[in-house]
């Protein structure tokens, strides 16, 4: 288990967040395939999202200072592998 990663941002700011899933090796040759699903909680806004084959992007606003909130995407693979991970948005104001 790895631990839950945190992020800090102000409520004001619009900002991108990454999960590379090969820093882990975990994805090794394999490719992310079709879309990641990011699960974004009531109070703070997913802008957009984008991807590569290996790496998964979400640009989120908003948020209410003293909130955190965790925000999880799912992967499907190529090789058909599925995956998913959570990172924790302390909204604080800066």
Do not use: H
Request: charged share 20%.
């Amino acid at each position: 288990m790895y631990p839950l990663r945190t992020f800090v941002k102000d409520p004001g700011a619009v900002l991108d967040y990454s999960f590379d899933w090969t820093a882990d090796g975990w994805i090794g040759a394999d490719t992310i395939t079709g879309t990641p699903v990011w699960t974004v909680p009531t109070g703070i806004v997913k802008d957009s999202q984008s991807n590569t084959t290996t790496v998964a992007t979400v640009v989120i606003s908003g948020g209410t200072a003293g909130s955190n909130y965790d925000v999880s995407c799912k992967i499907t693979t190529a090789g058909g592998r599925t995956d998913e991970r959570t990172f924790r948005l302390q909204v604080r104001d800066r």
